[in-house]
């Protein structure tokens, strides 16, 4: 691999993964391209130049902006509007014309000059409802899965065979919809991709908000002495995610780049796993014990159309294709978020605290 670019590249996950790819190939040459539309993506951009990465100021939505580039080796698509709850009592114009027509214009700028595709899905392209119905029960200090026989559904948590039947949101419609457009033109046109449908991704640099990022959040609100609620189901603060860290997810990716011959679309699910999961009272411990800070954390018990109580990745099919498992515990995940933050805190306390 020569050249590389990232869409979305001074987002969270695009400018952490153009880092490591460039820490460990000096002489790639890394591109990415970004609208800048993430409140504190441009905190990045000295980041990016500073490791010798090329930024230009584009926008995935107008394919003249791509067109412009040279072909490239590999391009990761990491641009989106990244929160589930978009759309909601709002136009969904931006998610569907960034998350749905930047994929398309991605994978014309690769019909007309080449190079294979990364892209990072979702896991909430399964619908809301199958997640809201699966069988959980309070214990201790989060939701546990109880035994199943559903299909996808195992202690391990969500494999892909979990149905798709139902509506998922419109952030996870646009990504099944690009997943479907993706395996369109590795057929028709032999391109190379691969498909993974992450659950939460973390780590330092995320400028997380109350609808996206809530690791990042969790520990800043802690950080920074601000306010944080326990939101949905009750407002207890049970429900549960696995998180994986973003140099986690670039390691993967260094495999999957490596098998690329074979890559014709296939999904995995990706993500922490159970090893990796947490409740939202379980990381309020966590960030306690790191932050020597405790934050008034209130209750709002009404739960948000899109909110699900639990999501706990199956790595199964993934880890069987490849040698790669996830390495980064939660609690180091909250260490290097508090370390980062400590590290910056005048400039990121604007972002986080407007
Ligand atoms: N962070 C997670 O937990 C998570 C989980 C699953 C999937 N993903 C996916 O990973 C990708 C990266 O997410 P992230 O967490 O880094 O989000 P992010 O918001 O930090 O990064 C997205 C970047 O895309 C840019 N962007 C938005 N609209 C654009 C447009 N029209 N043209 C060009 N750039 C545009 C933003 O400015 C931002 O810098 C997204 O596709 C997201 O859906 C993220």
């Not at 020597?292 to 948000?304: A, F, L, P």
């Not at 993934?318 to 609690?331: E, F, G, R, T």
């Not at 260490?335 to 972002?351: A, F, G, N, P």
Request: proline share 4%.
């Amino acid at each position: 691999m020569k050249s590389l670019l990232i869409t979305g590249g001074a987002g969270f996950v695009g400018s952490s993964l153009a880092i490591l790819f460039k820490r460990y190939y000096e002489d790639l040459e890394v591109i990415c391209l970004d609208n800048l539309s993430r409140k504190g993506s441009e905190l990045n951009l000295p980041r990016l130049k500073a490791h010798g990465i090329h930024f230009v100021h584009g926008d995935v939505r107008n394919s003249e902006d791509l067109n412009k580039l040279n072909a490239v080796d590999w391009l990761i698509e990491c641009s989106a509007e990244p929160s589930v709850h978009a759309g909601f009592n709002e136009s969904p114009a931006y998610l569907i014309n960034t998350n749905l027509n930047g994929l398309i214009n991605c994978l014309e700028f690769l019909r007309q000059k080449g190079g294979n595709l990364i892209f990072l899905s979702t896991s909430r392209v399964y619908p809301i409802k199958a997640l809201r119905d699966l069988p959980l029960k309070p214990q201790g200090e989060r939701l546990v899965l109880q035994p199943s026989k559903q299909l996808g559904l195992s202690a391990e948590g969500i494999s892909e065979a979990f149905t798709l039947e139902g509506a998922r949101s419109l952030y996870g419609t646009t990504k099944l919809s690009g997943e479907h457009f993706i395996q369109e033109y590795c057929q028709m046109y032999h391109l190379k991709a691969v498909i993974n449908r992450c659950g939460v991704l973390a780590g330092p640099w995320q400028m997380g908000k109350v609808d996206q990022g809530f690791m990042a959040l969790w520990v800043a609100m802690h950080y920074f002495e601000g306010a944080l609620n326990y939101m949905g189901f009750g407002g207890e603060g049970l429900q549960v995610r696995d998180v994986l860290h973003v140099e986690d997810l670039f390691y993967l990716l260094r495999y999957q780049m490596q098998d690329h011959n074979k890559l014709n679309a296939p999904i995995y699910n990706v993500g922490g796993g159970i090893q990796n999961s947490v409740s939202l009272r379980e990381l309020t411990a966590l960030v306690k014990e790191v932050t020597k800070k405790k934050c008034n954390i209130g209750s709002v018990s009404q739960t948000k159309d899109a909110d699900i109580p639990y999501y706990v990745t199956d790595n199964s099919k993934v880890m069987a294709a490849l040698p790669w498992q996830p390495q980064i515990s939660v609690s180091s995940i909250v260490e290097q978020i508090y370390q980062w933050l400590h590290q910056h805190s005048s400039v990121l306390e604007s972002v986080f605290q407007p």
